[in-house]
């Protein structure tokens, strides 16, 4: 690094759900003239292609407790809980050694400012005298839910007083004091409150990252101002200096240089073939069917998922992760395998913006993970929603009711109610009005980007505090 230009450490969680818009955010910023330092974990590097091949992109490994092992695979983690708690853990010491390498005041190649997933927040940046801003990767929405999580505990409303309120009613109490955020339910407020473990660690360990964040100098959200407007004003009653800069993906689309732009991370192999077999189908007519990257499914949700979309009759695409089915069996039963020939594609994993934008695609059935339903929302494709995991919960509930472009399906959910809520997307009335309003949503999306829109004006805003941040503004 020659030229002393503004450097940025990108820190994202290790996970292909926050990657992947750090990764959208990193892209802009060297764009505009940025050098980056994008970090990997142990895990992350060892399952993600890297970008060598670009000038000012620098990519640098930190420790998280899942070394390879003898054979040289790296060791797979249980569940989100076990990845965070190693995270706590293990990347503190190995970031600060990192940030010290990087970081030379003496001779002006300093670290103008780290950029930090709210879960990668070491402190580490504020002990150095480094700045630090927090990238929200989730919405704005699921994010205001989490900071609500220990006032939740001290009304007395969490933990749960036991297993039962999960399914007596319990759940549907509707909490009205959330700034910004109207005719919400205990049970839309994320899946980490339903534990009845006062020290439950991702209950706690969320709680304190959201507040955590709060307190940082700038908070970036990958969401636009028509979108969450209600809980961004909330959130800016607390926390006043945010930045909503999204949708990153269109945002991405306007990058000038070619190779940036199609840069992307993916921890599973995409199989590109799927984009020919929509090119044969009539537009709007193919249901996609994704549940991200961290969703698990037994044995007989899966059946149930697999003889609901297969019985609906209409054609699909599906990704089926190696690793979405607990105990591994993914293979669909022979007689399914037999009716869908034709009219059905399964593949591990796709380029799923490229999906989504394509014109053959009617409607997506989602996890309703953020990355998804803002690219659904993006791509005016309305969503059936099937929850899991985290604030999915919270983007379900505004998808669905605040903006009108989804419709859930129960947790416990059964082929009969899958097939019925895919025939009401495809050709019910239903279905009608939710294109229609994920058009209008389409539209407002691409608006905030244009030269003048929310998102432009912020990310305008945004490059420029991080300028002055490194003394490199005019």
């Known amino acids: ?59 640098e490994v930190i420790s998280d407790g899942f070394s390879p092992s003898t054979v040289g695979e790296v060791q797979e983690y249980r569940n989100a809980e076990q990845l965070c708690q190693s995270v706590k853990e293990n990347c503190v010491a190995s970031f600060r050694d990192l940030l010290m390498k990087l970081h030379h005041p003496s001779d002006g190649h300093r670290v103008t400012c780290v950029v930090s997933d709210p879960t990668m927040t070491f402190k580490v940046p504020e002990e150095m005298g480094i700045p630090e801003v927090i990238f929200c990767p989730i919405a704005a929405s699921g994010f205001m839910a989490f900071t609500q999580y220990r006032e939740l505990m001290r009304r007395g409303l969490v933990p749960l007083k036991d297993e039962s309120c999960i399914s007596n009613g319990y759940l549907d109490t509707i909490i009205d004091w959330i700034p910004g955020m109207r005719d919400i339910r205990l049970r839309d407020l ?9 020290k439950d660690f991702m209950f706690n360990f969320i709680a304190d ?13 990958n969401t636009f101002e028509d979108l969450e407007d209600e809980v961004l004003h909330g959130i800016r009653s607390i926390s006043p200096r945010i930045y909503t800069i999204g949708p990153l993906s269109l945002q991405c689309h306007l990058l000038p240089n070619n190779a940036l732009k199609s840069a992307r991370f993916s921890m599973w192999k995409e199989e590109t073939e799927c984009l020919k077999w929509l090119d044969s189908h009539e537009a709007g007519s193919i249901i996609y069917v994704n549940f991200g990257s961290l969703t698990s499914l037994t044995a007989n949700q899966f059946l ?7 019985n609906s009759k209409y054609p699909f695409l599906w990704v089926i992760r190696p690793n979405l089915v607990m105990g591994g069996h993914t ?13 059905g594609m399964v593949v591990g994993w796709c380029p799923q913006e490229q999906v989504l934008a394509h014109p053959s695609i009617a409607a997506f059935l989602t996890h309703c993970g953020w990355n998804s339903t803002l690219e659904s929302i993006s791509f005016g494709v309305p969503m059936l929603c099937w929850p899991f995991l985290g604030e999915q919960q919270t983007n379900c509930r505004y998808a669905c ?45 691409g608006n905030s980007i244009e030269e003048g829109g929310s998102s432009h004006t912020n990310l305008e805003l945004l490059i420029q505090e991080l300028l002055h941040l490194g003394d490199f503004s005019n």
């Open 1 to 59: 690094m020659e030229e002393k230009k503004p450097h940025v450490v990108c820190v994202p969680f290790p996970a292909q759900g926050h990657i992947n818009p750090m990764l959208q955010l990193a892209k802009l910023l060297h764009s505009r003239g940025f050098f980056i330092t994008f970090v990997h974990t142990d895990y992350t590097h060892k399952r993600l292609s890297t970008l060598d091949s670009l000038d000012g992109f620098r990519f």
């Open 190 to 198: 994320g899946s980490y409150l339903q534990t009845t473990d006062p």
């Open 209 to 221: 990252v959201c507040q955590n964040t709060l307190t940082a100098s700038a908070i970036i959200f």
């Open 304 to 310: 149930e998922f697999a003889f609901g979309i297969v």
């Open 331 to 343: 293979n669909l039963p022979q007689e399914l395998m037999d009716e869908i020939e034709g009219r």
């Open 401 to 445: 009711h605040n903006w009108g472009v989804g419709m859930e399906i129960n947790n416990n959910a059964r082929r009969e109610e899958i097939e019925a809520l895919i025939k009401e997307m495809m050709g019910g009335e239903k279905g009608k009005e939710m294109r229609k309003k994920a058009l209008s949503w389409k539209e407002s999306a």
